[in-house]
């Protein structure tokens, strides 16, 4: 059984359209986020969820907007994709979210904005 | 402030041991973790050091230094399968830093 995971695995859209990606984790964990990895594989923070409320949002612009219908699910929606949205988006899980605890990733989906 | 520094690339032969540094300065630090991450593939945990000392893992060890800020991936009888990005990633109060990582190059 996958532990996070995400879909699509792929997205090739136009600018200016809207999508969304799944996550879901099955490892009983009260918290999920939101990564996002650029061409140079800088893997930077977006968004943390503990127990389906908001915890972390790094001055992602609001075109971002994650939703977490249960614990167990963070999905995220992004408006008006841009070219500089192109990279790769990991879902990841911990336990309590405390400081310390491993974090588990999903396989990421490649967004890629034409 | 906060800052993240480790080498981009690093190159090594195969069954040789390299050592993959770190420094760090954020504020509310809790403990540092390594994360690997092959080509095409997700962040996977190595290890985590919450106090000062070397952390053993089978070939890998990781060592801490808070007073320094300061901390190393140890990486012995290197094999093939070990080419992969290696995360630094020191944990703050609220959440983890991850950075660029470090490319490791593994020559035959």
């Known amino acids: 059984d996958t532990a996070v995971s995400q879909t699509p695995k792929y997205l090739v859209t136009q600018m200016g359209n809207d999508k969304s990606i799944k996550c879901e984790q099955n490892?009983?964990?009260?918290?999920m986020y939101w990564y996002k990895q650029d061409s140079k594989k800088f893997l930077k923070i977006m968004f943390s969820?503990?127990?389906?409320?908001?915890?972390i949002n790094e001055t992602v612009p609001n075109r971002f907007s994650p939703k977490s219908p249960d614990k167990a699910h963070l999905n995220l929606h992004i408006n008006s994709l841009e070219l500089g949205d192109s990279a790769v988006y990991f879902c990841?899980?911990?336990?309590?979210?405390?400081?310390?605890?491993?974090?588990?990733f999903g396989p990421g989906t490649r967004l890629l904005v034409l | 402030g906060q800052s993240l520094e480790q080498p981009s690339e690093v190159t090594a032969v195969e069954g040789a041991i390299v050592q993959i540094n770190c420094t760090y300065q954020?504020?509310?630090?809790?403990?540092l973790s390594w994360y690997q991450q092959h080509d095409g593939g997700a962040p996977t945990f190595l290890s985590y050091?919450?106090?000062?000392g070397l952390e053993e893992t089978g070939r890998f060890s990781s060592f801490l230094s808070r007073s320094d800020s300061y901390g190393y991936l140890l990486l012995q009888e290197l094999q093939m399968k070990d080419s992969a990005s290696y995360f630094c990633?020191?944990?703050?109060?609220?959440?983890?830093?991850f950075g660029k990582g470090t490319r490791l190059h593994i020559l035959p």
């Open positions: 990633a020191p944990h703050r109060d609220d959440k983890i830093i």
């Open positions: 969820y503990n127990n389906k409320e908001l915890i």
């Open positions: 050091n919450a106090l000062d």
């Open positions: 954020t504020s509310g630090f809790y403990g």
């Open positions: 490892l009983g964990h009260d918290t």
């Open positions: 990841a899980s911990s336990l309590r979210g405390s400081s310390g605890e491993t974090q588990y």
